[in-house]
Each structure stands twice: as structure tokens, then as C-alpha cells.
């Protein structure tokens, strides 16, 4: 079953959007769930992760990204949402979800993931 990622759109260089991704099962909590982009012409990538419940919901950035976007759980409604704001036109992309049970230390590793889902597309306007 796979995930559905939303909340993407248009929006102004500077400007904020939170996406979310929903899980049609009740023990999403129990996976680490990623964030992962892929721009026009580029190979997908990491944004950022966030673990299990279990795990205290840590929470782990690509470098490109830290300190403008935030990854939150919200386990009554089997919901993570990633929160982006200062949004730059190089954020432009496809942004995707997917979760992995591996250890947290490889919580980056892309192949690792599974349930992908279509992604939402994100465009920023300079």
C-alpha cells in the first residue's frame, strides 16, 4: 500500500508550504518515514527523515535544507508533515515519501525505503 504525499504547489522564493504524507495503515508510527525531492534532469535525494515513535521521533536534515525545513509526526492521524519555509527556486522539485525499518544511522540511504508513493510538486517562483 502506498503512501500519499500532498500540500505542494506554487510559491514565491522566500515563501513556506507544509507537505504531508498519510498512511493508510494505523501503525505508521512504528517506521521511520522519509522525505525525498527530485528535480527536473537531477537523480533523487534525501531531504530528511524522521524515526519511528519509538525512537523519540528524531529527526535528521540534508545540509541543504537544515534550518528551513522541519519534519513533524502526528501519530492520531497516521500523518508526517514537512514543513518548508525560505523556500529557494533550487527547492524546486517532486517531493516524495516512502518509510524504512532499517537503523536510524541509515535512515538516508534511499534504496532502503519502501511504499513510495506518486509525490507532490513543489514549484518555487524566483
Known amino acids: 500500500v502506498q503512501l500519499q504525499a500532498s500540500g505542494g504547489g506554487l510559491v514565491q522564493t522566500g515563501g513556506s508550504l507544509r507537505l504531508s504524507c498519510a498512511a493508510p495503515?494505523?501503525?505508521?508510527?512504528?517506521?521511520?518515514t522519509g522525505w525525498f525531492r527530485q528535480a527536473p534532469g537531477k537523480e533523487r535525494e534525501f531531504v530528511g527523515a524522521i524515526s519511528r515513535s519509538a525512537y523519540g521521533g528524531n529527526t535528521r536534515y540534508a545540509d541543504s535544507v537544515k534550518g528551513r525545513f522541519t519534519i513533524s509526526r502526528d501519530n492520531a492521524k497516521s500523518t508526517v508533515h514537512l514543513q518548508m519555509n525560505s523556500l529557494k527556486p533550487e527547492d524546486t522539485a517532486i517531493y516524495y515519501c516512502?518509510?524504512?525499518?532499517?537503523?536510524?544511522?541509515?535512515?538516508?540511504?534511499?534504496?532502503?525505503?519502501?511504499?513510495w508513493g506518486q509525490g507532490t510538486l513543489v514549484t518555487v517562483s524566483s
Open positions: 495503515w494505523p501503525t505508521f508510527s512504528n517506521f521511520h
Open positions: 516512502a518509510v524504512t525499518q532499517i537503523l536510524w544511522p541509515y535512515a538516508d540511504e534511499m534504496d532502503r525505503y519502501t511504499n
